[in-house]
Nanobody, 114 residues
């Protein structure tokens, strides 16, 4: 069955960096577009970044544009989110998602201290 497992979250100071990973299994990863979402406490889940199946097309939420980079390694069945210049408002649980058929990972917590 489809599984998405995020890792790489943690506690970081403002201005720092983290790289999230999402390991995919149970489907042909290279055939599907993928995305990262986040949900802060008391807020709705929001789209952070999207990447096409071959990685040739990406887009970002305005709030992370220029600081975050989504990428993928189809040979490793892994999705990444490189997060630089982190801000306290980036604190949230981050989820990877396969939009087709709406599969989600369990999430990884990112906490940015000021």
């Amino acid at each position: 069955q489809v599984q998405l497992v995020e890792s790489g979250g943690g506690l970081v100071q403002a201005g720092g960096s983290l790289r999230l990973s999402c390991s995919a299994s149970g489907f042909s990863f290279s055939a599907y577009a993928m995305s990262w979402y986040r949900q802060a406490l008391g807020k709705e889940r929001e789209l952070v970044a999207f990447i096409s199946s071959n990685g040739g097309s990406t887009n970002y939420a305005n709030s992370v544009k220029g600081r975050f980079t989504i990428s993928r390694d189809n040979a490793k069945n892994t999705l990444y989110l490189q997060m630089n210049s982190l801000k306290p408002e980036d604190t949230a649980v981050y989820y990877c998602r396969r939009p087709t058929n709406n599969y989600w990972g369990q999430g990884t917590q990112v906490t940015v201290s000021s």
